[in-house]
């Protein structure tokens, strides 16, 4: 399968504790994004990288969010310090920019990480 | 800034039916725009995508959806629904620092 991989694909953790996630994209793609799901909503906006580089950040994004993609490969997500509002579904996506609007491609999304914090 | 509306949070149509599903956008560039579908527990998948160049798109299982420039809309049609096509779709745009902006999502509905 050479779509976009996300482990775990559920977490259970109890608030406080810290979780990663990890986000291997499809392989070619430069660009890679994540996004969090809440129930009955669409996927918003985190942050997204191109190659190693990130180059935007939410707001929602607070200062226990870190992303990282150190060889412009696979990226991680960790959340320090859960709180319950953080329990959604963490999605990933990658997509293969080559400059213009025309290099502007669809991005491809990941089965996402399910994350619940009692 | 850009973002996305989706008029209607639920539509339910007969099978066999037509099936509309309304997108507006808002950009300070010229957009993309693509229309997604999420299937319970299954993972976004793209259904067609505009850039720019023809302003009507077809997507696969007989979706298409149309740019207009003028009314800002890019609403997702299908000639004949079928119960399969029960599902959250998504309207996305891109745009500027070319991030997807979603919008809330249009829960379709298709009775027998």
């Known amino acids: 399968d050479t779509g976009v991989s996300q482990n775990p694909r559920h977490k259970i953790t109890k608030r406080g504790q810290n979780v990663t996630f990890r986000c291997d994209p499809i392989s070619e793609h430069n660009r890679l994004y994540w996004y969090r799901q809440t129930l009955g909503q669409g996927p918003e906006f985190l942050t997204y990288?191109?190659?190693?580089?990130?180059?935007?950040k939410s707001r929602l994004l607070s200062d226990r969010f870190s992303a990282e993609r150190p060889k412009g490969s696979f990226s991680t997500l960790e959340i320090q310090r859960t709180e319950q509002g953080d329990s959604a579904m963490y999605l990933c996506a990658s997509s293969l920019y080559f400059g213009g609007r025309e290099g502007r491609t669809e991005a491809f999304f990941g089965q996402g990480t399910r994350l619940t914090v009692v | 800034a850009q973002s996305v509306t989706q008029l209607d949070s639920h539509v339910s149509v007969s099978e066999g039916t037509p099936v509309l599903l309304r997108c507006n956008y808002s950009s300070s560039y010229s957009p993309s725009l693509f229309w997604y579908v999420q299937h319970p527990n299954k993972g976004l998948q793209l259904l067609l995508k505009y850039t720019s160049a023809a302003t009507l798109v077809k997507g696969i299982n007989g979706f298409e959806a149309e740019f207009k420039k003028s009314e800002t809309s890019f609403h997702l049609t299908k000639p004949s629904a079928h119960m399969s096509d029960a599902a959250e779709y998504f309207c996305?745009?891109?745009?500027?620092?070319?991030?997807?902006?979603f919008g809330t999502g249009t829960r379709l509905k298709v009775l027998a």
């Open positions: 990288f191109q190659n190693e580089a990130q180059l935007e």
């Open positions: 996305v745009v891109s745009a500027g620092t070319y991030k997807y902006i």
